[in-house]
């Protein structure tokens, strides 16, 4: 999209443009028709920045971290259009070599399921080792060594014995934090972690969280976190684009966003947190489900959700308007010619936040 | 690892609750009193609407399941999911039990509606022993406790019709009075409990995989309340569903908690949902009940280090708050051999403040009154927990060296 691809050189901050994802779209052929995952999907991510794509299941976010790291199989997926510029070359042009020394290597990913992402047949020293050996001109003791100071590296205790035992004889958060050990060990420059702490205990994701935190920023790796959790959002980002229905609907600064989303989605988002404040009083909840992808409403995808909408919203839908130099949302309230509405909006903005 | 020492049950031992002895108590320095335990009176004039009366009372209740090995099958060991739980339910309150996975909160509940076999220890619904209930007597009684389950789509036959999904139950419970056995009358109401839940009377010839998370959800329920039950078991009901779709869920369930005078005993992982919905809460840690108290003061002021640790290990949502979290070492020790003493010892941060009290690697901390208003903590330390420790460990911790070296 174009207007994002205006934002870059204004925007201060952590450094250039790592990651540009621009007008990505994944498509699904399946037996009862086309299923547009990602249509549409468009963002920028800095050198050492934090960014996170937020939405609820089915949006596309997850579909977006595997598209950049070309993991959907085609057929049936397609890359329908657009492209996905990681340090300046086309994610999606490059050749099946060319990918394979980017994947794992230049960026790392972690998955929500530790236990079905690694091999449970291979110890996980071994399993450290052969991406090492896969990314990096060392011998197997160098692998070695490397693999030992990186789980050292992830707070891993006693690294020495864990590189012997396998997946199963592990914690779940003792496995997750293989994973990031793997991730790291080729030093990449961009980590995706798709959901990793969703499958967690509350005080194991407590553990993670703060390590990937603290890995981040002792790596300075860019980081592109794919969750459903805006509590986990709000503490380990610095922007966030929310997605609805295969497309990013609202971008911009973790506090802008959370604090003053200008996208009836992301507020109803906010406003379903159940909490100590809204005890006694009905949660506001968003009326209905997500559109149904072979019968996607015409216009705003949101609109047969939203309390807000008018005429307009089912008849067209509405461009990311840019709202600022770091902001955007694909909402018509945003339209300068329907302003009197957007300060209807926010007058009807409830206590809760702000 | 040891094994526990044999130490005694766990009830409510309100002789240790005297105050006096013990430092002055943190948050609401008052004496607590003993008979507020059970009394159902509400802390600091704070209106609950729930009545005195307990529907459920529980006490040292044991589940154990046992491990087998070897060529005979020989039992060599217990899992003890629950191990020595005593609380009790009020009428029309919905009473929230969290804790970590495995730390049997949902084997207790299963437990209460005879999902699962109890070990020992005793469980009253309004006066009958729910423990030793069999036969037709049990059958009866299955009627008035119904259970919400955690997985819409695991909990409902896909080969099912809704109407025979609700039908079943009805017909199993079909007595002459209720008439039904009929057909027309189990009609008429599956209808009118789909309605109720918020869903469509010809719905009812729909098959599950028709249906959304959500709905299915509600087919769930709409099942539990045809029978007209008074206490409902939820087992992480909202757990499986988006956030927009759980509040919708939650929202529903409070409704028709009013409308029909559901007793509630609802057991989540998720902190904020249980604040949200929840009018008291019981903490549990490796198959004991480490905390409980009405949800305002659990909230505020926990009095026990676990229940201290996993309210401060959840991320808030306002980007403003950006606070220093309190962070656990290692994970939950196997409950087929839990720690010595205090289970919470291995990984307690207030016992590592404290310079390692002897205390907790040998006594088995019994639930005990820790303030007024009912609130009951099992730990030696409770009077020692204060925002100053809390801050002093947040302070000095080691947020990535949280794990512990393999066991040998």
């Given at each position: 999209m174009t207007e994002t691809a205006a934002v870059h050189d204004r925007r201060a901050g952590?450094?250039?443009?790592l990651l540009d994802v621009r007008d990505l779209k994944t498509y699904f052929h399946v037996m009862d028709g086309t299923v547009?995952?990602?249509?549409?999907v468009s963002f920028t991510l800095r050198k050492g920045g934090r960014l996170a794509l937020v939405g609820e299941s089915g949006c596309g976010k997850s579909v977006t971290a595997l598209s950049i790291m070309r993991l959907i199989e085609t057929p049936p997926g397609e890359f329908a259009g657009g492209e996905i510029l990681f340090d300046g070359q086309d994610v999606l042009k490059l050749d099946d070599r060319a990918i394979r020394k980017v994947r794992g290597g230049e960026i790392a990913m972690i998955f929500q399921e530790p236990m079905t992402s690694l091999n449970p047949v291979m110890s996980v020293g071994d399993q450290i080792i052969e991406a090492v050996l896969l990314h990096q001109k060392v011998d197997k003791k160098g692998a070695h060594d490397i693999a030992v100071a990186a789980l050292q590296d992830v707070g891993v205790a006693d690294p020495k014995r864990r590189v012997k035992q396998y997946p199963h004889e592990l914690s779940g958060g003792m496995r997750q934090r293989i994973m990031i050990a793997m991730a790291l060990s080729c030093n990449p420059k961009l980590i995706i972690a798709d959901e990793p702490t969703t499958a967690l205990d509350v005080t194991i994701q407590r553990q993670i969280l703060e390590l990937i935190k603290t890995i981040q920023e002792r790596t300075g790796a860019a980081l592109l976190l794919i969750t459903h959790d805006l509590g986990v959002v709000a503490e380990t980002v610095d922007e966030v684009a929310v997605m609805y229905a295969g497309r990013v609907v609202e971008t911009g600064t973790v506090e802008e966003v959370l604090l003053?989303?200008?996208?009836p989605y992301t507020r109803g988002l906010l406003e379903s947190i159940p909490s100590q404040a809204k005890r006694g009083q009905r949660l506001s909840a968003i009326k209905g489900t997500v559109p149904n992808p072979f019968r996607m409403p015409s216009g705003c995808k949101f609109a047969p959700r939203c309390p807000y909408a008018w005429d307009i919203c089912s008849e067209s839908e509405p461009d990311l308007i840019q709202l600022g130099s770091e902001r955007t949302a694909r909402c018509w309230l945003n339209d300068p010619r329907y302003h009197d509405r957007l300060e209807a909006y926010e007058a009807s903005r409830p206590g809760g936040h702000g | 690892m040891t094994m526990p020492s044999g130490s005694p049950d766990p009830s409510f031992s309100e002789v240790d609750a005297a105050p006096a002895e013990m430092p002055v108590a943190v948050y609401r320095p008052e004496n607590a009193s003993a008979s507020d335990a059970s009394g159902g009176s509400d802390s600091a004039g704070r209106p609950t609407g729930a009545p005195a009366e307990n529907l459920i009372t529980i006490e040292d209740l044991k589940t154990y399941y046992p491990i087998r090995a070897g060529l005979l099958r020989r039992t060599v060991g217990n899992v003890r999911a629950v191990d020595g739980v005593s609380f009790e339910i009020r009428r029309g309150e919905i009473f929230g039990l969290v804790g970590e996975s495995g730390c049997g909160k949902t084997t207790l509940g299963r437990t209460l509606v005879r999902l699962e076999k109890s070990t020992s220890g005793q469980a009253h619904f309004d006066g009958t022993d729910l423990l030793t209930l069999h036969g037709s007597g049990l059958k009866k009684f299955r009627r008035r406790m119904q259970v919400i389950f955690q997985d819409p789509v695991g909990s409902l036959n896909p080969r099912m019709p809704v109407s025979d999904l609700i039908g079943e139950g009805l017909l199993a419970q079909a007595t002459p009075e209720n008439g039904w056995a009929d057909r027309k009358v189990r009609d008429k109401r599956i209808g009118d409990y789909l309605e109720e839940v918020?869903?469509?009377?010809?719905?009812?010839?729909?098959?599950?995989?028709?249906?959304s998370g959500g709905q299915r959800q509600r087919v769930g329920i709409a099942r539990a309340l045809a029978l007209e039950p008074e206490f409902i078991f939820a087992d992480e009901p909202v757990s499986a569903l988006d956030v927009s779709i759980q509040s919708q869920v939650l929202n529903l369930l409070l409704d028709l908690r009013e409308r029909f005078n559901l007793t509630f005993l609802f057991v989540a992982h998720n902190l904020s949902v249980v604040q949200y919905i929840s009018d008291r809460v019981g903490v549990m840690y490796l198959g004991r009940l480490v905390e409980v108290a009405e949800v305002a003061d659990l909230y505020a002021g926990p009095r026990h280090p676990y229940t201290v640790a996993l309210l401060s290990a959840v991320p808030d949502p306002?980007?403003?708050?950006?606070k220093k979290h309190l962070v656990l070492k290692g994970d939950v020790p196997s409950p087929a051999a839990p720690p010595s003493g205090c289970r919470f010892h291995t990984r307690c941060w207030l016992y590592e403040q404290l310079g390692k009290p002897e205390k907790c690697t040998t006594d088995d901390p019994s639930l005990r009154v820790v303030e007024q208003g009912g609130h009951l903590a099992a730990c030696h330390f409770s009077e020692n927990l204060d925002d100053a420790v809390v801050r002093q460990t947040v302070a000095t911790?080691?947020?990535?060296?949280?794990t512990v070296p393999v066991e040998a």
């Open positions: 952590v450094g250039e443009v547009k995952a990602v249509d549409g003053h989303p200008r996208m | 918020g869903l469509r009377r010809d719905y009812s010839r729909r098959y599950p995989h028709e249906f306002d980007p403003r708050v950006r911790q080691d947020v990535v060296q949280t």
